[in-house]
Antibody
Framework: QVTLRESGPALVKPTETLTLTCNLS??????????VSWIRQPPGRALEWLAR???????VYNILQATRLTISKDTSKNQVVLRMTNMHPVDTGTYYC????????????????WGRGTTVTVSS | SYDLIQPPSVSVSPGQTAIITCSGD??????VNWYQQKPGQSPLLVIY???KRPSGIPERFSGSNSEHTAALTISETQAVDEAVYYC?????????FGGGTKVTVL
């Protein structure tokens, strides 16, 4: 069974750095079709895609947030980590990680399994 | 940045067809995925690659994509389909979501 589980602090102060961990189970990031994305959702608002890391360590960031984000993986631990610097109250919301599966001919990919999400509040 | 536009809400009677649209510049040249999100739950993939249904998704869910508009169609809508639906595409490898459409089954 494929599952993803997010973990991290529930509360961070403004200007602090947020570090979130996504623990993968039932699959690993060592095959070419596997990727992991991070997505967030402010309370009562729409989803926002943040970043993706591929099996070969290729990384893609939301253009609007790129300077604040770092995504990394530890294949031996089956984990993906997202760091977001200079947190602000508008960054409050639920953060999800999602397995992102690729098909190569034709080339397309989609987020097919999501974690339950972890809620982060930014407040002093 | 690339934008996907969805109507905020759609209402449908049980047993009728709900159509949710998603508009974007030359969206037909991209592949669209659709996600269902119920209150307090994580999003669930219901359509990928414009028209494909993941295993376990009922046949009443179907998708289309042409020119500037993609659509998610829910045939014979049931009360259990009441949720917010998001379209999603990739623009130069960046993920983009629509603003979401709340489907209300009256």
């Amino acid at each position: 069974q494929v599952t993803l589980r997010e973990s991290g602090p529930a509360l961070v102060k403004p200007t602090e750095t947020l570090t979130l961990t996504c623990n993968l189970s039932g699959f690993s990031l060592n095959t070419s079709e596997m990727r992991v994305s991070w997505i967030r959702q402010p309370p009562g608002r729409a989803l926002e895609w943040l970043a993706r890391i591929d099996w070969d360590d290729h990384k893609v960031y939301n253009i609007l947030q790129a300077t604040r984000l770092t995504i990394s993986k530890d294949t031996s631990k089956n984990q993906v980590v997202l760091r977001m610097t200079n947190m602000h109250p508008v960054d409050t919301g639920t953060y999800y990680c999602a397995r992102t599966t690729a098909n190569f001919s034709p080339y397309y990919y989609y987020m097919d399994v999501w974690g339950r999400g972890t809620t982060v509040t930014v407040s002093s | 940045s690339y934008d996907l536009i969805q109507p905020p809400s759609v209402s449908v009677s049980p047993g009728q067809t709900a159509i949710i649209t998603c508009s974007g510049d030359r969206l037909g040249n991209k592949y669209v995925n659709w996600y269902q999100q119920k209150p307090g739950q994580s999003p669930l993939l219901v359509i990928y690659y414009d028209t494909k249904r993941p295993s376990g998704i009922p046949e009443r869910f179907s998708g289309s994509n042409s020119e500037h508009t993609a659509a998610l169609t829910i045939s014979e809508t049931q009360a259990v389909d009441e949720a917010v639906y998001y379209c999603q595409a990739w623009d130069n490898s960046n993920g983009v979501f629509g603003g979401g459409t709340k489907v209300t089954v009256l």
